[in-house]
């Protein structure tokens, strides 16, 4: 079982930005597919962003050329940049590792963003 630990979220104004990180407790070179994924009060969780070893992404429409993935196989570290951070943002954001079924979560980190 891959332990992830979250941070990096926070209180923003509409407009500005956050990096969220992720460090994980074992060679991510290992795993194939890193990911984000939001929770809203109310809602269902849903994909942010995935990024594989080989470094091809995937973005949910709701944020695509707002948000960058990104990983570093060497630190055991995934990145999530998001710019231009709308109220409808807000979420405890999860980091997981080897997808959404059956993969590893994260404890969450909160990101609420003010208008």
């Known amino acids: 079982q891959v332990q992830l630990v979250e941070s990096g979220g926070g209180l923003v104004q509409s407009g500005g930005s956050l990096r969220l990180s992720c460090a994980a407790s074992?060679?991510?070179?290992?795993?194939?597919?890193m990911g984000w994924y939001r929770q809203a009060p109310g809602n269902q969780r849903e994909l942010v962003a995935t990024?594989?070893?080989?470094?091809?992404?995937v973005y949910a429409d709701s944020v695509k050329g707002r948000t960058t993935i990104s990983r570093n196989n060497f630190r055991n570290m995934v990145y999530l940049q998001m710019n231009s951070l709308k109220p409808e943002d807000t979420a405890v954001y999860y980091c997981n590792a080897n997808g959404a079924d059956h993969g590893s979560w994260g404890q969450g980190t909160q990101v609420t963003v003010s208008s």
């Open positions: 074992v060679n991510i070179f290992t795993i194939n597919v």
């Open positions: 990024i594989t070893r080989g470094g091809s992404t």
